[in-house]
């Protein structure tokens, strides 16, 4: 594994202010809601240059929540505003970062584009240090993409910018593509040569993640190139003494890693096994910590979407107020002395349209809520799983193969501490494997929705209740991913109503297709409820499943009463 190098072109700030302070320490909702103020000012103000830049602050803000829909739309409209005023300095750097989100959300194509519109602003302007800050974001993603022909022109103009007039930072990170690009490119004395260069400015720089980054490419270098195992052991090892406080970073368990490949290239097995322990429990604190942050950042998340929401209402109401008063006192000045009595009805009419109207506003507001919180949900569940089966659990069947080989070539040494640590990975590979399956069913991904609520209702039947299962579609049916997983759900969250609260002995689930409408039926022989007396009890469970079925333009119907049972009856819309 080699770097490549992070950016370093951003543009320089005057000071840090209350947003960055509050960014910095993590504070996000007192950082938009202190930008909010601030736009508010300038927008009254007509300043907009300084409306671009606190806009652009609250979209770094939301890109580093991972919101990437709100940090493009916080964009687009901030980008309106820089066009229409002609401010081509806040245009690159808005430009810069949708491209960031594009990228992010992987539209590699629209992340190439919004990059290259970036550059060409700055290079407008005659930006240079602009000019690079976008180039490197494409030499990133062509180098990734082995698209190696505009990898290398990128380089060039980001090197030659940076011999011209770069700070001593950028000429390392000039050096440093260059160097991660004919690493790529198995060019190694071009590499070895940027490599060193590459070193001397970091030194300079006196900056500890530049130095770790250039030692750990030189190790991949005698490594990989020079097959010199202990020059690489050397240089791994004095990146972990540079920083002895750093025990639980992704940099870290990485050079853990590559200390035991390399120990168990010269067969010291021992050591080797030390560090990969050390590796493996660097890595599962990452996890937890990533999986506690993740859940942290959507609490703050909904706390962004109330104020965001608040905010929108009392402009609105605002607005609409301030309207209002200019009508009434027109009216008022011109029409006073005939229409009085014509006035008081129209102001009491107008009253109740607007009351209707907010109310219609709020309903939607809602909707829109919970909509956003369950494709968060199912976002989440699809991210989640995927960095369990993907990047851990191939870790950790890694992990397992190197032991397995091990004993393998070792078959007369038995150590109790490979039986045992064989064994760990073992649990917590199957523990992953749980929890993926948990997050997304794989009956759901690899055969589809019937076969998985077929499998769902034999999972759930037990001595105390039995599910039965009727599928009357077409056979074989599949439809799009996104839209069986959120019937899926929804079906799974009415079962376990039904598991927790009907006492029911029998329950029946079946799913029927009529052109371009699916139709669920669930049933079940439970002490059922009086519907017309639990509106004002709805848990947000049935709250969700009825906001997401309306937003699939479907309905659900739900017939019970006390001690007959429950009939639930849902159709939605297939997708095209």
């Not at 160097?179 to 940027?194: H, I, Q, R």
């Not at 970091?202 to 991949?220: C, D, G, K, Q, V």
């Not at 074989?476 to 799974?492: Q, T």
């Not at 848990?539 to 007959?564: D, E, P």
Request: aromatic content about 12%; proline content about 1%; some cysteine.
């Amino acid at each position: 594994m080699f770097f490549i190098g992070q950016t370093l072109w951003a543009q320089n700030q005057t000071g840090i202010d209350s947003a960055d302070y509050y960014s910095n320490t993590h504070q996000d909702l007192k950082a938009l809601q202190y930008l909010k103020k601030q736009s508010e000012y300038h927008l009254y103000n007509k300043n907009y240059s300084a409306l671009c830049n606190k806009n652009i602050q609250k979209a770094r803000i939301y890109i580093r929540l991972k919101d990437y829909n709100i940090a493009i739309t916080t964009l687009f409209s901030t980008l309106q505003i820089a066009e229409k005023q002609k401010l081509h300095l806040q245009e690159a750097i808005i430009l810069k970062y949708i491209g960031i989100c594009f990228e992010e959300t992987k539209n590699i194509k629209k992340a190439i584009d919004y990059l290259r519109k970036s550059e060409k602003s700055a290079i407008h302007q005659k930006n240079d240090s602009l000019a690079a800050w976008a180039q490197q974001g494409l030499f990133k993603i062509f180098t990734e993409k082995n698209k190696m022909d505009s990898s290398r022109y990128y380089m060039n103009r980001i090197l030659n910018i940076a011999k011209n007039n770069g700070t001593t930072n950028q000429k390392y990170l000039g050096y440093s593509n260059c160097a991660a690009f004919y690493l790529k490119t198995a060019n190694y004395d071009l590499a070895k040569k940027y490599l060193d260069t590459t070193l001397l400015y970091a030194e300079t720089s006196r900056n500890t993640n530049y130095m770790n980054n250039t030692r750990s490419n030189l190790a991949y270098y005698y490594l990989q190139v020079k097959n010199d195992n202990e020059k690489a052991r050397d240089i791994f090892l004095e990146i972990l003494a540079s920083k002895p406080n750093d025990t639980l970073s992704i940099k870290t368990a990485d050079t853990y890693l590559n200390l035991s490949y390399v120990y168990e290239k010269m067969d010291d097995y021992k050591t080797a096994n030390h560090y990969l322990n050390k590796y493996i429990d660097i890595t599962e604190a990452l996890f937890n910590e990533r999986v506690s942050s993740q859940l942290r950042d959507t609490e703050t998340k909904y706390k962004i979407y109330k104020i965001e929401d608040n905010y929108k209402t009392k402009e609105q109401l605002l607005k609409d107020k301030e309207a209002r008063n200019k009508k009434l006192l027109y009216i008022f000045i011109t029409l006073f002395a005939f229409c009085s009595i014509l006035f008081y009805f129209f102001y009491q009419n107008l009253r109740l349209k607007q009351k209707n109207k907010l109310k219609d506003v709020n309903n939607k507001i809602q909707q829109n809520i919970i909509n956003a919180t369950i494709d968060g949900q199912e976002f989440e569940r699809k991210r989640l799983a995927g960095v369990l089966h993907d990047s851990i659990s191939a870790l950790l069947s890694s992990a397992s193969l190197h032991l397995m080989a091990y004993e393998t070539t070792n078959l007369t040494e038995s150590s109790p501490e490979l039986t045992k640590t064989r064994a760990i990975i073992k649990e917590a590979h199957d523990k992953i494997r749980d929890l993926s399956h948990t997050l997304i069913p794989p009956v759901l991904e690899k055969l589809g929705l019937f076969a998985a609520l077929q499998d769902l209702c034999e999972k759930n039947s037990n001595t105390l209740i039995q599910f039965e299962f009727t599928n009357y579609t077409p056979k074989d049916s599949r439809y799009n991913s996104e839209f069986e997983m959120k019937i899926y759900f929804i079906v799974a969250e009415l079962l376990n109503n039904v598991i927790k609260h009907s006492r029911a002995t029998k329950a029946y689930l079946s799913v029927d297709q009529n052109r371009n409408q699916l139709f669920i039926n669930i049933e079940d022989n439970g002490i059922g409820f009086d519907t017309k007396n639990t509106e004002h009890k709805e848990g947000f469970g049935l709250t969700q499943i009825k906001a997401r079925i309306r937003s699939m333009n479907g309905n659900i119907n739900i017939n019970s009463k006390s001690n007959t049972g429950t009939l639930i009856y849902i159709k939605v819309e297939l997708p095209d």
